[in-house]
């Protein structure tokens, strides 16, 4: 709870100044103007506005401060009839009570919304990994290998006479280095199908890309696609859930896959870009499959319609609404001569949105 307070305090500065910017401008017109007038009756629109920081604990503290506001400019003003002004200002206090239950509800309502939609993402994700059980088990049975062949190849030079311990160490750095290697796969995998909490953090995309390409190397292979990447050195870090949008990339990356995959002839090229124009960043996958028609290409991103036999529609439909929370945009076009070019742009540093919805 301290650290999304920090966060809030952090990314949303001008939110947190201008709300109370508002209620002192009432609070100041409230305080100068006749009894008669409800002035009071503004602050509902400050809590409303409070609703944007997403915490209950945000809506009441504005409520609270809004209700002690109206009793203290009652006090203070010394204009008008005091019975009309002690009218107007218990109807100020029902509406700013009335304005925070709902906004609760509100609130409330919408972090239902998101829950259910995170439980959503987390189930494709889980699905999705399993799609790609033997592209990760082969990325795991390769270092296993090495770690046998390793470590009876440091048994042999230790068995020998005389004893080889030069030989019989860098055999066993190799067994590290394999055991290393298995666990990073073990560890990429347990992180994506990991039911955590959203989280805001400064992302490295270029790493979290390649990620989500050693995870799919095997599945790549197993399609026989010719892989490229042109990843830019100077993106720029945008704030983010890591494993949402690896999600959102790896969802990217396995549709291209099997575009292409039922191909006859032709080439199979899949190039991952990713590039940033300074103020934003765009990610993209293009392959050499089949192009979609631009009836086919409006319908791609809603839920439950797919163009694989057999497919749920829900991979893109997620991948939209995670990019989406990020404050960025989806998109899908036609790639020439011959395939799709499917991609999402991301705002960096502060034009990045707050809310998380995946």
Do not use: C
Not at 93 to 103: N, V
Not at 135 to 156: D, T, W, Y
Not at 177 to 186: L, P
């Amino acid at each position: 709870m301290m650290r999304d307070r920090e966060r809030m305090r952090i990314e949303r500065p001008w939110l947190w100044l201008g709300l109370v910017a508002l209620m002192a401008a009432i609070f100041a017109a409230d305080t100068l103007t006749n009894l008669e007038i409800a002035v009071a009756v503004l602050y509902v629109a400050v809590i409303l506005i409070s609703v944007r920081f997403d915490r209950p604990v945000v809506v009441v503290s504005f409520g609270l401060g809004s209700a002690v506001l109206t009793v203290l400019s009652y006090l203070l003003t010394q204009r008008g009839a005091q019975e009309s002004g002690l009218v107007n200002g218990a109807l100020s206090l029902i509406a700013i009570a009335a304005t925070t239950y709902l906004a609760l509800r509100i609130e409330a309502a919408e972090a239902r919304v998101r829950q259910a939609q995170a439980e959503l993402a987390h189930m494709s994700r889980v699905t999705t990994m399993g799609e790609l059980t033997a592209s990760i088990a082969h990325e795991v049975s390769q270092p296993l290998a090495g770690i046998v062949a390793s470590g009876h190849a440091a048994l042999r030079w230790l068995a020998a006479t005389p004893s080889d311990v030069g030989e019989a160490r860098r055999a066993l750095e190799r067994v590290v280095a394999d055991a290393d290697r298995a666990g990073e796969v073990v560890g990429r995998v347990r992180n994506l199908v990991a039911k955590s909490p959203p989280s805001r953090d400064r992302l490295d995309m270029v790493a979290l890309i390649e990620e989500v390409l050693t995870l799919t190397r095997s599945e790549l292979r197993r399609h026989r696609l010719v892989l490229r990447t042109d990843l830019a050195d100077d993106l720029a870090q945008p704030l983010g859930d890591r494993v949402q949008l690896q999600q959102v990339v790896l969802n990217l990356v396995i549709n291209a896959a099997e575009a292409m995959g039922g191909l006859e002839s032709g080439p199979r090229d899949l190039l991952v870009g990713a590039a940033s124009d300074g103020g934003r960043i765009t990610v993209s996958v293009r392959d050499t499959g089949v192009s979609l028609t631009p009836a086919a290409i409006e319908q791609v991103f809603e839920a439950f319609h797919s163009t694989k036999p057999g497919g749920m529609g829900m991979g893109l439909a997620i991948s939209r609404s995670i990019v989406e929370a990020h404050g960025g945009t989806i998109y899908a076009a036609v790639n020439h001569p011959r395939g799709m070019v499917f991609g999402f742009t991301l705002p960096v540093a502060g034009a990045t949105s707050e809310r998380q919805h995946g």
